[in-house]
């Protein structure tokens, strides 16, 4: 089926919104293109927060073009003034004749108010070309917006019959080097990787962007510790890493000197908060994405052993699995990738539909979403 000229050129604007993937957060990503009859004549992307949107960038583009013309967004247009003035205006300024749009803004300020706005001027407003590619450029802003929730994903590096690691621990490296540069990636579109301090422990890991090619845009994720009993060590190599380093701990033993490791460990650079425990003694999960969320985090990547990630499966926390499936197998004595509770059924089966299959080098990267 051939695309029409509008698919073709929200197609080009989704690549330009693309473009703002690792610098755009807590902001979605946008893109935008300007058109006089079929010829592109401005184009623009949101590059980072608090800097000017997709839309009055194009329209700075088109020059004089804009006035008349189709202009192409991914993201209902920003309406109201917030740290830069609302899109809307700068649309209605510059005297478009007709907005197509990909997807409605889930920002409860503007969601369906930019296409009032836009349409109140007399501009021709169509939404829903593309829309569900427009949607998943910015799920996790989707969550965060409609719940006070990050959008949550699990990733893991596997062997073919689901194992992380051989029973003594060693793990490195049971992906191959495509794999880990794609963790690399994923990494650089989260606002904060999650792990636990059984991880910390026996890894060290340092949970930081390590693509020079990304690095050098400035942003790294937050990194976020889950320890209730204050076992993290203040030489923790992501201590000693550009960016800022939480964790979360529950409420002091009266034998714990937890004042004297607080402070080591703000010393050492970390933000140290305390959280609700759950009915097993550990992190209340809840609790934490609630802060994370309130800390503008859309997207939060969980690189944890079988326990955490035990805990956010079997709560029904995760929204995407990313597994990096290795050809190799490694035993029933290595460890799984998650610690479940038995079943006594298959109906009690968590179930997953496949997003996306896709080879990464010698290994195979599958993106799995719970069913409805």
Aim: net charge neutral; charged share 20%; aromatic share 2%.
């Amino acid at each position: 089926m051939v695309a029409s000229f509008d698919e073709r050129i929200m197609q080009r604007a989704l690549e330009l919104a693309a473009l703002g993937r690792h610098t755009t957060p807590p902001n979605p990503s946008v893109g935008c293109v300007v058109t006089q009859g079929e010829r592109i004549v401005g184009e623009g992307w949101h590059r980072k927060w608090g800097e000017p949107h997709a839309e009055p960038l194009a329209l700075q583009a088109a020059g004089a073009e804009a006035k008349g013309s189709t202009v192409y967004v991914t993201l209902e247009p920003h309406s109201y003034q917030s740290r830069t003035p609302p899109c809307t205006d700068a649309l209605i300024r510059a005297g478009v004749r007709r907005v197509v749009i990909g997807v409605l803004d889930a920002n409860p300020k503007v969601s369906g108010d930019g296409v009032r706005q836009l349409q109140a001027a007399g501009i021709d407003v169509q939404v829903g070309v593309l829309a569900e590619a427009a949607r998943e450029l910015n799920l996790g802003f989707e969550k965060r917006m409609t719940t006070g929730l990050p959008r949550v994903i699990v990733k893991c590096a596997i062997s073919l019959d689901g194992r992380i690691a051989l029973a003594n621990g060693e793990s490195k490296w049971i992906t191959g080097a495509a794999a880990r540069a794609d963790v690399q990636r994923l990494r650089s579109r989260m606002s904060a990787v999650m792990t636990g301090v059984g991880t910390v422990l026996a890894d060290d890991p340092q949970l930081n962007v390590r693509d020079p090619a990304i690095e050098m845009l400035g942003r790294q994720p937050l990194r976020v510790v889950l320890d209730s009993k204050l076992r993290m060590p203040p030489t923790a190599a992501m201590l000693k890493l550009p960016g800022t380093t939480l964790v979360f701990t529950g409420p002091a033993s009266p034998m714990t000197n937890a004042a004297a490791v607080t402070g080591e460990l703000q010393r050492a650079g970390a933000e140290v908060r305390l959280a609700d425990l759950g009915a097993d003694g550990r992190s209340d999960l809840n609790f934490v994405l609630q802060e994370l969320g309130r800390r503008l985090c859309n997207d939060v990547l969980i690189e944890a052993g079988p326990t955490l990630v035990g805990q956010v499966l079997s709560q029904g926390l995760a929204d995407e699995i990313v597994a990096y499936v290795a050809p190799v197998l490694l035993g029933p004595q290595a460890r799984a990738m998650a610690d479940l509770p038995a079943l006594q059924a298959l109906d009690g089966a968590q179930r997953y539909t496949m997003h996306s299959v896709e080879p990464v080098g010698e290994d195979v990267r599958l993106i799995l979403r719970p069913r409805a």
